[in-house]
């Protein structure tokens, strides 16, 4: 055979991979059985071995570079260790603190999400169909509306889902929200007693539930004050978003031009109210005042900072991952309905009407 013809095959020759470590490895270095190995590098088991030897043990795999083979452990035990969550739209400032809450939850019970931004134009149906494709063992699902096809489809697959911020009309699945009709009872509230009568509400998208009760929330708090129904001014915007809610409340000025506050159903929307109240040469809170809801973050620090309604955002997505680990658990474990109590923030967007 030629040299050179030799040699540009030994320079072709792929590199052999060095053996990757095992399971046995960490327990030979470790001096113990490979399932106390198991139990210790596994977030949900680790409880089961003593903290001095599970201490050894992980000191132990880093050192060798051993990393547990998810896929193995998957055949095993028929779960993937993957959750998907839906998200309504991640540059929502609102969202990342109940994600937060979700992902730590289940990092500590040893799983790993997967994020989707379904969008205004994406479908929840077709992305959960992808996602359960993928083996996900649950969904968190901070997308749904009223009635929502996407719920009876993750039933009807099989695959436990818990739903964060909104739930479905027929509570079908497990959920965690805040009161959201409280919620606008407290901003209404905090506005009659500042002295105004002359309110309007920007709602949210009726199809949702944080829409439709936020505004049932609304009109009971001035019926209860004493204002007539048909004095009650509402404009609902489509959409979660700043550009909705400016449209809707330039709408809602040039029906009632008296009116002294209006209260959002969402930050983003308060958002827009800010712009319409520019547009029209108004000042905020001096001619009219505006109340927010969710207390997202950085509302603080707009000017005037924002008076709202603060949800426990990140507790929602703890207690809504802690349910979605009982129901992987338990596929039979009953349906809980978690309602957490909101809380209002007066900042500087509120005051007193003019006289």
Same mark, same amino acid.
């Given at each position: 055979m030629n040299h050179n013809h030799e040699s540009s095959i030994r320079r072709r020759a792929k590199p052999v991979a060095p053996s990757r470590p095992t399971i046995k490895?960490? *327990?030979?270095?470790? &001096?113990?059985h490979p399932s106390t190995v198991s139990r210790a590098l596994s977030p949900a088991m680790s409880h089961l071995v003593a903290d001095d030897v599970a201490k050894q043990i992980r000191a132990a795999a880093a050192a060798l570079g051993y990393r547990p083979n998810v896929t193995a452990a998957g055949l095993r035990t028929?779960?993937? #260790? /993957?959750? #998907?969550?839906? @998200?309504?739209? $991640?540059?929502d400032p609102g969202f990342p603190p109940v994600l937060g809450g979700v992902t730590e939850a289940l990092h500590k019970a040893g799983y790993a999400t997967i994020v989707v931004d379904v969008g205004p134009h994406g479908s929840p149906v077709e992305l959960v169909d992808r996602l359960i494709a993928r083996g996900v063992d649950g969904l968190v699902l901070a997308t749904v509306s009223l009635h929502d096809p996407v719920i009876e489809y993750c039933i009807g697959a099989g695959v436990p889902a818990v739903l964060v911020i909104r739930?479905? @009309? &027929?509570?079908?699945?497990? =959920?965690?929200? =805040?009161?959201?009709? *409280?919620?606008?009872?407290l901003a209404v509230d905090h506005l009659i007693a500042l002295g105004h009568r002359?309110?309007?509400?920007? @709602? &949210?998208?009726?199809?949702? =539930?944080? #829409? *439709?009760?936020?505004? *049932?929330?609304?009109?009971? &708090?001035? @019926?209860q004050a004493g204002v007539p129904a048909q004095e009650i001014a509402v404009e609902a915007a489509p959409a979660y978003t700043r550009e909705a809610g400016r449209a809707a409340a330039l709408r809602l000025l040039e029906r009632k031009?008296?009116?002294?506050? $209006?209260?959002?159903?969402?930050?983003l929307l308060a958002l827009g109210v800010y712009d319409a109240l520019a547009a029209r040469g108004l000042n905020c809170p001096k001619d009219v005042s505006v109340v927010g809801h969710n207390d997202m973050p950085y509302v603080d620090? /707009?000017?005037?900072? /924002?008076?709202?309604?603060r949800i426990a955002q990140r507790e929602m997505g703890d207690k809504a991952a802690r349910l979605l680990l009982a129901k992987i658990s338990d596929p039979e474990a009953r349906h809980d309905h978690i309602v957490l109590a909101p809380e209002l923030i007066a900042r500087g967007s509120t005051a007193s009407p003019r006289r």
């Amino acid at each position: 055979m030629n040299h050179n013809h030799e040699s540009s095959i030994r320079r072709r020759a792929k590199p052999v991979a060095p053996s990757r470590p095992t399971i046995k490895d960490v *327990a030979s270095r470790c &001096g113990v059985h490979p399932s106390t190995v198991s139990r210790a590098l596994s977030p949900a088991m680790s409880h089961l071995v003593a903290d001095d030897v599970a201490k050894q043990i992980r000191a132990a795999a880093a050192a060798l570079g051993y990393r547990p083979n998810v896929t193995a452990a998957g055949l095993r035990t028929g779960r993937s #260790g /993957l959750v #998907g969550v839906l @998200a309504p739209d $991640i540059a929502d400032p609102g969202f990342p603190p109940v994600l937060g809450g979700v992902t730590e939850a289940l990092h500590k019970a040893g799983y790993a999400t997967i994020v989707v931004d379904v969008g205004p134009h994406g479908s929840p149906v077709e992305l959960v169909d992808r996602l359960i494709a993928r083996g996900v063992d649950g969904l968190v699902l901070a997308t749904v509306s009223l009635h929502d096809p996407v719920i009876e489809y993750c039933i009807g697959a099989g695959v436990p889902a818990v739903l964060v911020i909104r739930t479905d @009309a &027929g509570k079908l699945v497990p =959920s965690v929200v =805040s009161d959201d009709e *409280a919620g606008m009872g407290l901003a209404v509230d905090h506005l009659i007693a500042l002295g105004h009568r002359h309110l309007g509400h920007v @709602a &949210g998208p009726q199809d949702t =539930s944080t #829409g *439709a009760l936020r505004r *049932a929330g609304f009109e009971a &708090g001035l @019926a209860q004050a004493g204002v007539p129904a048909q004095e009650i001014a509402v404009e609902a915007a489509p959409a979660y978003t700043r550009e909705a809610g400016r449209a809707a409340a330039l709408r809602l000025l040039e029906r009632k031009p008296d009116l002294t506050a $209006i209260v959002a159903a969402n930050d983003l929307l308060a958002l827009g109210v800010y712009d319409a109240l520019a547009a029209r040469g108004l000042n905020c809170p001096k001619d009219v005042s505006v109340v927010g809801h969710n207390d997202m973050p950085y509302v603080d620090m /707009l000017s005037p900072p /924002l008076t709202t309604v603060r949800i426990a955002q990140r507790e929602m997505g703890d207690k809504a991952a802690r349910l979605l680990l009982a129901k992987i658990s338990d596929p039979e474990a009953r349906h809980d309905h978690i309602v957490l109590a909101p809380e209002l923030i007066a900042r500087g967007s509120t005051a007193s009407p003019r006289r």
